[in-house]
């Protein structure tokens, strides 16, 4: 089964003095590219940390969220109250100040001034790691979960794309009876336009070369042969999505010679609707694993 590379996962965990919520958001890109936005991670667990999730989720942009919320009895000492209080005394010394508005504008400043707040101890240690570890774990579980179910929406689509490309190819080939008529009939009318009397098996050779200038057997037949390579590969492979993605190339190149040469404006229909479900299953696929 195919992962997109779309997911959100979150997991908690409880530690002494309060809770550690890690949150994991995965979109698509070329590589792995890992951001773990928060400094409460030991560098050594860090670097754990992104290699565990490259070896899980392989690429996409992934966005790792560690947010601390300290317990009721911890939140009161991140403030250190007597000295906020000296710092506000000593300055209405000097500056008188009146009015609430003042006291708020004061406490602000002081507020980051040395020695206020009260510094902590590391929130994620050697003692409550396998905890801290367990969260990242069912935080990655959920994503791959979310992955997986957004994975089978876009199997469903792009194969669906690729079959209806199939089906209008088929449309086309029904098609080529009446193309080979109407450029019969077009030389025809050309050639008494200009009263010519050509020989008639000259003028089969001439249409013969025609025809075969403007043939479409080969495209036909590449084409059937990248939509199956295709479904080979979605079904077969457990990161298909790069390769996806030069597949369909392939099928665009093909797809586009059919339209070059088709000289019919029924088949040039189609190959319009051809390209639009190309383009469809083209922008879904960068989202595949």
């Not at 791959?144 to 179910?149: E, F, G, L």
């Not at 957004?150 to 690729?162: F, N, P």
């Not at 449309?171 to 019969?184: F, N, Q």
Request: aromatic share 6%.
């Amino acid at each position: 089964m195919i992962q997109s590379m779309t997911g959100y996962g979150k997991a908690e965990a409880m530690l002494p003095g309060g809770k550690l919520t890690v949150e994991i958001r995965t979109l698509n890109s070329k590589s792995a590219d890992i951001n773990i936005k928060s400094s409460l991670l030991p560098k050594d667990k860090d670097i754990y940390i992104r290699k565990k999730l490259a070896e899980r989720l392989q690429r996409g942009t992934i966005d790792v969220f560690l947010n601390w919320e300290a317990s009721a009895s911890e939140a009161g000492k991140a403030v250190n109250a007597q000295m906020v209080a000296e710092y506000l005394q000593e300055i209405k010394a000097i500056v008188p100040v009146k009015g609430d508005v003042a006291d708020a504008t004061l406490l602000g400043a002081i507020l980051r001034m040395p020695d206020v707040a009260v510094k902590k101890e590391d929130i994620v240690t050697e003692e409550n790691w396998p905890v801290v570890e367990e969260a990242f774990e069912k935080a990655l579980d959920a994503l791959c979960v979310y992955r997986d179910k957004e994975g089978a929406v876009l199997y469903k689509d792009v194969t669906s794309r690729v079959d209806k490309i199939l089906a209008l190819y088929d449309k086309v080939e029904a098609l080529e009876g009446e193309r080979i008529a109407t450029v019969k009939e077009k030389m025809q009318k050309a050639l008494a336009d200009l009263a010519a009397k050509p020989n008639p098996e000259r003028f089969e050779q001439e249409l013969i070369f025609y025809l075969e200038k403007y043939d479409i057997n080969e495209e036909k037949v590449r084409l059937r042969q990248h939509c199956k390579y295709f479904m080979d590969t979605i079904d077969t492979e457990p990161y298909p999505g790069k390769k996806l993605g030069f597949i369909i190339q392939e099928m665009g190149r093909e797809i586009n010679t059919t339209g070059s040469k088709a000289n019919h404006a029924g088949i040039q229909k189609l190959v319009v609707q051809m390209k639009d479900e190309l383009e469809k299953a083209r922008e879904q696929s960068m989202n595949i694993l």
